[in-house]
T-cell receptor
Framework: DAGVIQSPRHEVTEMGQEVTLRCKPI?????LFWYRQTMMRGLELLIY??????IDDSGMPEDRFSAKMPNASFSTLKIQPSEPRDSAVYFC????WGVGSPLHFGNGTRLTVT | QKEVEQNSGPLSVPEGAIASLNCTYS??????FFWYRQYSGKSPELIMF????GDKEDGRFTAQLNKASQYVSLLIRDSQPSDSATYLC??????????????FGTGTLLAVQP
């Protein structure tokens, strides 16, 4: 079990640039979640997918953020254009189907926008 | 707005003592409750989950759930310096129909003093 794999581990970019974060969930897991963590706000759910379908994107801050899951083994979170306030650690997590299933987190991507 | 509340701490306990971490939640429909541990610079890792009122024990850890009072707690017996971390409480969204979407508290920082 390789766990949830995220890339890159660190990303430093300038304001206005496009940023793409990538995630490979654990094989067989049907649900995928994107969270953002900051000191001020803790872990915030941005969006989650069940069986590759976006279920709830109410946490996506604004139209600059978009997420896709083209197949069961890959998802992206894109920020365009990026802003300094987007600086945070972005976690991807996956879980088996069903209410009550625990989440398994990737190692995260630390994003710094200057 | 659904909320999960935790005291941010730090909670300082001497080595060998019992650490008690508490969490309250607002969503009366929530059915699944989780405790995650997060070391500085690392991703959250699952420690315990509990679904039913009462206590659930796993090694040095005991989770306690009281749905009527809407609180969940985590006890760590014989605390060790290696237990020093931030402990995150997570609750599934239940109002309007239970989902596997997890809402996280902002975490309690535990410091175990040798």
């Amino acid at each position: 079990d390789a766990g949830v794999i995220q890339s890159p581990r660190h990303e430093v970019t300038e304001m206005g640039q496009e940023v793409t974060l990538r995630c490979k969930p654990i094989s067989g897991h049907n649900s995928l979640f994107w969270y953002r963590q900051t000191m001020m706000r803790g872990l915030e759910l941005l969006i989650y997918f069940n069986n590759n379908v976006p279920i709830d994107d109410s946490g996506m801050p604004e139209d600059r953020f978009s997420a896709k899951m083209p197949n069961a083994s890959f998802s992206t979170l894109k920020i365009q254009p990026s802003e300094p306030r987007d600086s945070a650690v972005y976690f991807c997590a996956s879980s088996p189907w069903g209410v009550g299933s625990p989440l398994h987190f990737g190692n995260g991507t630390r994003l710094t926008v200057t | 707005q659904k909320e999960v509340e935790q005291n941010s701490g730090p909670l300082s306990v001497p080595e060998g003592a019992i650490a008690s971490l508490n969490c309250t939640y607002s969503d009366r429909g929530s059915q699944s409750f989780f405790w995650y541990r997060q070391y500085s610079g690392k991703s959250p890792e699952l420690i315990m989950f509990i679904y039913s009122n009462g206590d659930k024990e796993d090694g040095r850890f005991t989770a306690q759930l009281n749905k009527a009072s809407q609180y969940v707690s985590l006890l760590i017996r014989d605390s060790q310096p290696s237990d020093s971390a931030t402990y995150l409480c997570a609750v599934n969204e239940g109002y309007g129909g239970a989902t596997n979407k997890l809402i996280f508290g902002t975490g309690t920082l535990l410091a175990v003093q040798p």
